[in-house]
T-cell receptor, first 113, second 108 residues
């Protein structure tokens, strides 16, 4: 069965370190998205991609970067982790033409100490 | 940017009761979607609405796309304990914008 996976599921890191969160989908979807979820803020869009080599900034992109070298993967990198980036991160994907119907991964809980 | 106001923020209901929640915005959306998130998991799509005035059901769930395209409603009939979770609305116009969620607690 097709799926979307995230790794690691839990991560503790120190302030200033570079961290990469992995997202892998086997739906063969062109569209992929990264969100962060904080209490009281719902889901906020960090970065998104509509295909290989395409990346775009979302509403809270500062301090984060992504790259899309193939259809299946969209890794999220925190360049220099800050305590304000402690959050739960969700990756999602959707088909071309129905970009709003998104399939979400299980999430990565990141703690920056 | 676009913002969605989702209400209520939380609900505590008795098993068997009906539930209503809504999302409003000052912006027009082309699509309205409703997701449910169980504890420790990612959101799962429940219903997608694509036309103003559209009314769509999925089992005990019914959602409507407001005529003005600035709001949407979700109703759950005869709630059961497994309905517990966070319900998110999302509006689609270019990108998806999510509401802050309604946390539903169902008492047996």
């Amino acid at each position: 069965d097709a799926e979307i996976t995230q790794s690691p599921r839990h991560k503790i890191t120190e302030t200033g370190r570079q961290v990469t969160l992995a997202c892998h989908q086997t739906w063969n979807h062109n569209n992929m998205f990264w969100y962060r979820q904080d209490l009281g803020h719902g889901l906020r869009l960090i970065h998104y991609s509509y295909g290989v080599q395409d990346t775009n900034k979302g509403e809270v992109s500062d301090g984060y970067s992504v790259s899309r070298s193939n259809t299946e993967d969209l890794p999220l990198t925190l360049e220099s982790a800050a305590s304000s980036q402690t959050s739960v991160y969700f990756c999602a994907s959707s088909e071309t033409g129905v970009r709003y119907e998104q399939y979400f991964g299980p999430g990565t809980r990141l703690t920056v100490t | 940017g676009q913002q969605l106001n989702q209400s209520p923020q939380s609900m505590f209901i008795q098993e068997g009761e009906d539930v209503s929640m809504n999302c409003t915005s000052s912006s027009i959306f082309n699509t309205w979607l409703w997701y449910k998130q169980d504890p420790g998991e990612g959101p799962v799509l429940l219903i997608a609405l694509y036309k103003a005035g559209e009314l769509t059901s999925n089992g005990r769930l019914t959602a409507q796309f407001g005529i003005t395209r600035k709001d949407s409603f979700l109703n759950i009939s005869a709630s059961i304990p497994s309905d517990v979770g966070i319900y998110f609305c999302a509006g689609g116009a270019g990108k998806s914008t999510f509401g802050d969620g309604t946390t539903l607690t169902v008492k047996p």
